[in-house]
């Protein structure tokens, strides 16, 4: 079946109730059911009209935006194959996808993207046409179509395209920390069994109540998966276009429901623990109390007990004294809050459960149709990364490997066979690249990407993720990479957090000159190594950073210093900084 039939089903269910929602001249609208499959139709058709047929390719270069989900449920309906590009994608990075892929119309959010999509137009390339998905964007008319004009003509019903489980549904391209991007083929298969998988796991009551908040790029299969996910289900799914707006569109839409990576959590956990410390002792004290109620309940619903009464009058009061303050920067409905893209440290799920927002940590990979493994809402462990779910079954093999089979797994890599045959093992299992262990009661645990594992030159072996997660728990450390590989010790390169360093610098009456100036200057360094000092206290000694470099600006997207997903790219920082690194272990 054709993963967009859900289409249809949930107009027939849903008519008049709101399926998306999205912001216009600062104002948030919403489309209903009728209305939204009313416009993907039009758009399938307006797509048929010039010339895309079951199969093609056609990518998709923007941000967040209604937009953009039509298109794709419209690609979809029509048994084309969409193929996602970041939105911080360079010109360069965006032909090579367009290229490889062999995609003959795209679909651009900005002015940016139009200019690098052009260009690509004018080569000897596959692309035929550019849709334009806003009106500002200035357009020259070769071939060029605002998406409005574009869909203006199209009919509004459409039969959708039969596709079995094994037919292709989407190309997504890796955004890789290694190596050149390959492009993932997920299927309608994949898509459907994924989200039944979920839907049998969670068991949601009232799910068509929800409202989901989607600002994580859609380009990324957690972001789509989720948001295909809410639509399926019948949820309410709000688009964010900027995601710097992010604390602005919480309080506005207020969702019940929001995918985020740990990044997210981890700023929230820092603040509220860096505004607490800097309080007073009796707010301290109260704080205390609430999180010490909060975890007692929160503990009791994770082995599956019943919360008495007494327990639920004092939690009724952290929440008026404490809890609600937090929650209500988050939109105030917030419940449950899947969390992907890298590991996150049980102090941050520990803390969001005793506030009474439920952080569901999962685990899986663009070759995974996303979850292989999550949080089910009782007798999860913090620090796992939960149980399988759906038919998902999963093995650790050579050098602690995760591996996995199951109806998510993707179909392959495009156009490359070997590298295909390699990241599967001889009977069928698929490698993920990391290393993980299963604890007595079946939770996973991932321990590090393979690749990323380090042996200092004393014969150590540092893991460092969880070194790098409990840096970044601290309000002043934005990011960090941990240096280790062939060397005597641990060292970092610390990427501040910007905001609250300057507040830091106000209080420690230091003129702000340049960041790098300050940065280098010793009052900055020694207040970092005292930070590090007690974020580092519960660490063996050959884990423990002993140098650390304060970078003056955050590692960039465009430079290729991190994925569009803020995953670091080790082997490009190491090059790139490889001086600076060097010099912290001359002395």
């Known amino acids: 079946m054709n993963f967009a039939s859900f289409i249809n089903t949930n107009t027939e269910k849903f008519r008049t109730r709101p399926a998306i929602g999205f912001k216009k001249k600062e104002e948030w609208k919403e489309l209903n059911w009728l209305d939204f499959r009313r416009v993907i139709f039009k758009t399938a058709n307006a797509l048929r009209t010039a010339g895309i047929a079951e199969n093609d390719k056609v990518a998709i270069y923007s941000d967040n935006s209604a ?7 419209a690609l979809m309906s029509l048994g084309a194959v969409s193929v996602p590009i970041y939105s911080t994608n360079n010109g360069e990075q965006a032909e090579y996808i367009i290229k490889d892929s062999e995609s003959k119309m795209i679909l651009v959010g900005n002015q940016e993207q139009y200019a690098a999509a052009f260009e690509i137009l004018l080569k000897d ?12 964007v200035w357009i020259k008319k070769d071939r060029s179509h605002y998406f409005q004009d574009f869909i203006k003509d199209g009919a509004e019903n459409i039969d959708i395209t039969e596709k079995n489980d094994d037919d292709l549904a989407t190309i997504i391209y890796t955004s890789g920390t290694t190596g050149v991007p390959k492009g ?13 998988a979920h839907f049998d ?77 800097n309080g007073s002792s009796s707010k301290r004290k109260i704080f205390n109390w609430a999180i010490k109620t909060g975890t007692e309940t929160a503990e009791r619903k994770r082995l599956g007990y019943s919360i008495p009464l007494s327990s639920k009058l004092k939690n009724k009061v952290a929440d008026a004294l404490v809890f609600n303050k937090i929650k209500n920067k988050m939109g105030g409905r917030l419940w ?36 292989l493994t999550a949080f089910p809402f009782e007798h999860y462990e913090h620090g796992s990364a939960g149980i399988p779910l759906g038919d998902t079954r999963i093995k650790i093999g050579e050098n602690d490997e995760i591996l996995a089979k199951g ?42 990407r393979i690749k990323d594992l380090m042996k200092t030159s004393n014969g150590k072996y540092v893991t460092p993720q969880p070194i790098e997660n409990l840096l970044s728990n601290s309000n002043y450390i934005s990011q960090a990479m941990i240096v280790a590989e062939g060397k005597p010790f641990v060292t970092a390169l610390i990427i501040p957090n910007f905001e609250a360093l300057k507040e830091q610098i106000a209080r420690m009456n230091l003129p702000f000159t340049s960041w790098p100036e300050l940065v280098n200057s010793e009052k900055i360094k020694e207040f970092y190594r005292e930070k590090l000092e007690e974020i580092q206290k519960g660490l063996s000694g050959f884990e423990k950073v002993k140098k650390f470099v304060i970078m003056p600006a955050e590692f960039e997207v465009n430079s290729g210093e991190i994925t569009p997903t803020l995953k670091v790219k080790r082997n490009v920082v190491l090059q790139k900084y490889e001086q600076l690194i060097d010099r912290m272990y001359e002395h």
């Open 201 to 277: 796991f969670f068991k949601f009551k009232n799910f068509e109540n929800e409202t989901s908040l989607a600002f994580l790029p859609l380009t990324h299969v957690f972001e789509r998966s989720w948001t295909l996910l809410s639509l399926y289900g019948g949820a309410k799914v709000y688009f964010l276009e900027n995601t710097k707006l992010i604390a602005h569109a919480l309080t506005e839409v207020r969702p019940t429901m929001m995918c985020a990576v740990p990044r997210f959590y981890q700023k929230i956990y820092a603040g509220v623990n860096e505004m607490v410390q």
């Open 67 to 73: 937009e953009w989900i039509v298109f794709d449920l």
């Open 125 to 136: 390339s596959t692309l035929e046409q550019i849709i334009v998905a806003k009106k500002s």
């Open 407 to 448: 109806s998510g797994i993707m179909k392959g890599y495009y156009n490359l066979p070997d590298e295909t045959a390699a990241v599967f093992t001889d009977d069928g299992w698929f490698r993920t690249g990391d290393a993980g262990k299963f604890d007595a009661n079946g939770n996973l645990i991932i321990t590090d």
């Open 336 to 371: 449950f809050m899947p969390c992907g893209g890298a590991s996150v440290s049980p102090e941050v799920t520990r803390f969001f459960d005793a506030i009474g927002v439920h952080m569901t940590v999962g685990y899986g990979l663009t070759e995974t149709t996303a979850t």
């Open 184 to 196: 993932v083929m997920l299927t309608h298969g994949n898509f459907h069994n994924a989200i039944k």
